[in-house]
Nanobody, 114 residues
């Protein structure tokens, strides 16, 4: 059974950077999409961005120009690079890999202090 293990979250000051990793424990067949979501306290989970199998990326306006999604297929790992972090980026971040099935990571906390 495939599991996604996230890491890289933590506490950072405004303007700082973090890189989240999402490592798949097994082979995921026919990955179509890798999504990153976040959920702030008291709010609904929201899409941050995604990368398609062909490498096309999409980001929501609030993170565009600051966040970057990438994949290392050899390591079976997906990344979310977050730069110029703001307090409103504070949330639990989740990776979601869509292949023939959909898999979710356990989430990692990102806290940005002002």
């Amino acid at each position: 059974q495939v599991q996604l293990v996230e890491s890289g979250g933590g506490l950072v000051q405004t303007g700082g950077s973090l890189r989240l990793s999402c490592a798949a424990s097994g082979s995921i067949v026919s990955i179509k999409l890798v999504n990153w979501y976040r959920q702030a306290p008291g709010k609904q989970r929201e899409l941050v961005g995604f990368i398609t199998a062909s490498g096309t990326t999409f980001y929501v306006d609030s993170v565009k120009g600051r966040f970057s999604i990438s994949r290392d297929t050899a390591k079976n790992t997906m990344y979310l690079q977050m730069n110029n972090l703001k307090p409103e980026d504070t949330a639990v971040y989740y990776c979601n890999v869509v292949g023939r099935l959909s898999y979710w990571g356990q989430g990692t906390q990102v806290t940005v202090s002002s």
